[in-house]
């Protein structure tokens, strides 16, 4: 029987709510592939998903060994999720490393789907196996499916003269269409999107396509299962729908906010994970008037950006923290240029080099402080994916007003997880355009430093425009004239100045939301990507009927204006942070209240049932 698209469950199928599935195995095995396409396809079903990517930090780990095992966690479900669960309910292992490196994240009596053709002894050896585990009883607490994944794939590729080395390479397909099988998903998207995707190698696609319909009738015909499941669609509102990654999401606020704008995008930055994908995805969109350069480093990247906001463009470049750290002098010059520029920093784990695929929130000083001298910088942070969009365009609506770098936090498990989004209608976004100064603002004379009383933002004039010249660098300019001025007490002006500037934006922002009441016991605040997770162990607490109440920070640097009534409205306050207690240090220091810190900086986000266990700790001191 040959695979085919399910237009209602079948009768034996037994529904859930949800799962977590990870597909888990070397790094060549395709496993980022297989989940993005088992992802897209639960999107189209219907169910409300959140994904884990997890790539090795080694470039080109030994084949074979824990450092080189790539996974992808998907968590679908029938009702609105925030996280991509907290273990996995399935786990597919293509190899005995995959199998080790994941093992220590299942419950007891997890599903894991093992591919055995890979459990011979050269890579139980290289997996750092002393004895067989499908053999010795080591996974006897575990519900065990032993499938020669391998040797079927090569022979559903046979007859269509795929090499077996070159047969074998299909066999995250074989593996994609059992997992299609076991959750009743449609066929037809994957079948499409692998026809469209290796329309130019005949042999690729036809193995791929081979070894899917195998997987799946494998898990029709095979008596190994007794029924497969199926997840319902999520009743989520009304809308078009696209399943989007967080850098995608930020891709497309950065272009809604140039085009809204009225001004041409130029992007320069340097290749660095996670977040080369923005660079990527803004270099196929030419059509919106968006120009992209790789730069030669990240400091040139800055410099460009810079000098493109300067000649009346959108001026965007985007890194990492390593990135950060070397365009600090430019993000000063900025500051004094008091230009509008948008910095995305995707964080990911250090110091250095340190965790180059992993997660982490740890530049939030670096954000607020990490230039030298007195250089305030408004700094906001997305939340999911998604939000991804409406933080980008937020960050270059306030760059372009107040005429000043803005930086936006995101970080690699909210850059390459994905999930539904809910596309915007382009008709509601508002108008976010600035006019340049065509003439001059003090009688004859032009002053680049004469501010807008409501914003204290200085006017923008395009060089070339006919007496409006002026100069620009990083000398300290007087106020007014912009002319290099050393005197102590201009200084001094320039510096509080360039600062209420950045602290009257808080008036301009909206006020800190509480999903809660005044007076619960308790106030959990998140900020960045641990939203999801704190969302998720606060509902916990609350069915166990504990008064708890969610702040979520997008706002960081100006802070809401009502932050300080939210945080004394509440006995105790909960910050969970995936670094060693930024946040928490800033609260404690602006507001005077005992935060106390949920921290960890393991490269991975913080579990849900981490958030609600600290949560009853709390209430019970």
Known sequence: MSAHTRDAPPNDAESLTRVVIRFAGDSGDGMQLTGDRFTDVSAIFGNDLVTLPNYPAEIRAPAGTIAGVSSFQVHISDHDITTPGDVPNVLVAMNPA???????????????????????????????YDTNPLEDGSLDAYTIFEIPMTSITKKACEPLGVKPRDAERSKNYFALGLISWMYSRPTEPIVAWTEEKFAKKELVRDANIAAFKAGYNFGETAELFDHPFEISPAPLPAGHYRNVTGNIATTYGLIAGSQQARLPMVYASYPITPASDILHELSRHKNFGVRTMQAEDEIAAAGVAIGSSFAGQLGVTATSGPGVDLKGEALGLAISLE?????VNVQRGGPSTGLPTK????????????????????????RSPSDCFDAAFEAVRIALKYRTPVMLLTDGYLANGSEPWLLPDVDTLPDISVPFTTEPNDGDEFLPYLRDPETLARPWAVPGTPGLMHRIGGLEKEDGTGNVNYDPDNHDHMCRVRAAKVAGIASDIPPLEVNGADGDELLVLSWGSTWGVVDAGVRRARTRGHNVAHAHLRYLNPFPENLGAVLSAHPKVLV?????????????????VDAQSLTQVRGVPFHAEEIETTILEMLDE
Do not use: C, W
């Open 98 to 128: 995959a199998l080790k490196a994941n093992l220590g994240d299942l419950s007891s009596g997890a599903t894991i789907l093992v591919n055995t053709d890979a459990f011979v002894d050269r890579n139980l050896e290289k997996a750092g």
């Open 359 to 382: 997660t982490e929130q740890s530049d939030l000083m670096l954000a607020m402080y990490g230039r030298h001298g007195e250089a305030p910088m408004p700094v906001l942070a997305a």
């Open 339 to 343: 230009l509008p520029l948008v910095i």
């Open 576 to 592: 969970p942070e995936m670094n060693l207690g930024q946040l928490s240090k800033l609260v404690r220091a602006e507001f005077l």
